[in-house]
């Protein structure tokens, strides 16, 4: 409790010296010192409120009073490690069981998504007896070894890309190559698919998995065309391997329509393997990976024991039922869609008036916002997307959001999601990823510009997260 009363200055001496200079903080020059959150809002030292459009964990709120009970009440009672019979383990996985295709039947619980996708890429190439890898252009995974190795965003930045991983396009109808006046951009995307693979099986590679995220949000917010995922599916499974959809950033009912956002992509089209992390556990480190029973079948034939110490343990497991209860009970899916719509409305609005904005696309809470200099060539506002970024600065109340960065124009790179640094350089694109909870009050300006936030009137019955 004696750090709660140090002065920010302090603190932020201390972590520089103890922490590494990689460990990056939100607003660097001026950081932010969060003390606490409530709900859809966190509070600095000063008192001072802002809403919270960034995080993509506290996803029924910052500290919602039902799963911190939940939490509290389970460990009073018992705290352990999952090679004990338990019933959350069993509850979580049969909850979880209803949310997914019936095909997707079989769970295991980690503690982060990168874990998640660690395994789900040894399950991939137990199933498939391969090894290489298909991913999308700007695609990260996670900061596991074997993950950054599948990871655009972060191996052009360190060893390169192996041998192994194969690349393809982004399906991005607003800067790709395909864009929204094409007949077909669906297909033509996922073509870009079927070129990758065959130059890499005209090398002797063998494909064990495509990773995607449902919806790339550490590529831009992009939205990719629905039919897409059934036809890279159709492509992938051709050639031996299987489709990983990464969910750790985009489910549980962020994208509203859907629970899950590969849904998007047609009733028909099931993932063989599920990967889900962050906002699973509200902030606790909860995470799980969903596949079928052929593939977990193969993984088990190896003899070779799968456990993870605290993954699945009774605390873990009681925080993710209590979520499950949350976004039910307040019907923050519907929520999500809800106040997802209103805001798409408003930003639509400043479009009409406003010629730097470029693209608005989203579905639920999932938006993304191009800031442009000129319509014809798309050309990116980069100076004004860091003004809009540090417009926290200047406004009594204050929405915490932040920039996508990506040289489009030069480079195929992506720089962090997360990360508002100025980079002059890169093409910025402003993002939403608010929690389920997030909504926005009357004649509260919380953002940059002239958007002002407030509660649709269409949503003021939806019951809100604490």
């Not at 979580?92 to 660690?118: H, I, M, W």
């Not at 750790?248 to 859907?258: D, E, P």
């Amino acid at each position: 409790m004696a750090a709660d009363q140090r002065g920010k200055a302090a603190t932020l001496a201390l972590r520089r010296r103890l922490l590494s200079n990689s460990c990056r903080l939100f607003f660097p020059e001026d950081p932010i010192k969060i003390v606490r959150g409530q709900g859809q809002y966190m509070y600095d030292e000063q008192g001072a409120e802002y809403i919270d459009c960034i995080n993509n964990v506290a996803h029924v709120g910052h500290c919602h009073p039902l799963v911190v009970q939940a939490a509290h009440e389970q460990n009073q009672v018992l705290n352990t490690n999952s090679r004990y019979l338990h019933d959350n383990i069993v509850d979580y996985a049969q909850r979880l069981s209803e949310t997914l295709p019936e095909k997707l039947c079989v769970f295991y619980f980690l503690n982060s998504g990168s874990e998640a996708n660690d395994l789900a890429l040894r399950l991939a190439r137990q199933y498939t007896g391969h090894w290489d890898v298909v991913v999308l252009d700007h695609a990260y995974h996670g900061h596991l070894s074997s993950l950054i190795d599948i990871s655009p965003y972060k191996f052009r930045d360190l060893d390169g890309q192996k041998e192994w991983v194969h690349v393809a396009p982004l399906p991005d109808t607003y800067r790709g190559p395909y864009r929204e006046d094409h007949p077909n951009p669906a297909v033509a995307y996922a073509s870009e698919v079927k070129r990758v693979v065959s130059s890499a099986q005209e090398k002797g590679r063998k494909i064990a998995a495509f990773f995607a995220e449902s919806l790339p949000s550490v590529g831009g917010q992009i939205i990719p065309p629905a039919g897409y995922f059934p036809e890279v599916a159709g492509h992938i499974r051709r050639a031996g391997g299987v489709f990983v959809a990464d969910e750790i950033q985009v489910g549980f009912g962020r994208v509203g329509k859907h629970f899950w956002a590969f849904q998007l992509q047609g009733e028909d089209f099931v993932p063989d393997i599920v990967t889900m992390g962050k906002s699973i556990g509200n902030g606790h480190p909860v995470a799980c990976v969903a596949t079928t029973q052929a593939v977990a079948r193969a993984f088990e034939a190896t003899g070779v024991e799968y456990f993870n110490t605290f993954g699945g343990s009774p605390v873990s497991c009681a925080v993710g039922l209590a979520v499950l209860d949350v976004l039910e009970k307040e019907q923050l899916q519907a929520h999500a869609a809800c106040v997802g719509s209103f805001l798409m409305e408003l930003l639509g609005q400043q479009k009409a008036k406003h010629p730097i904005l470029g693209d608005i696309r989203g579905v639920g809470l999932f938006i993304g916002v191009d800031l442009i200099k000129d319509e014809a060539t798309r050309m990116p506002a980069t100076e004004e997307a860091d003004y809009v970024v540090s417009r926290y600065f200047f406004l009594e109340t204050s929405c915490i959001c932040s920039v996508y960065c990506s040289d489009w124009e030069r480079a195929p790179r992506l720089p962090l999601l997360f990360d508002p640094r100025p980079q002059t350089c890169w093409a910025h694109r402003v993002q939403v990823i608010p929690s389920l909870s997030s909504h926005f009050k009357q004649d509260n300006t919380k953002a940059a510009g002239a958007l002002r936030h407030r509660q649709p009137q269409a949503c003021i019955s939806q019951p809100q997260a604490a």
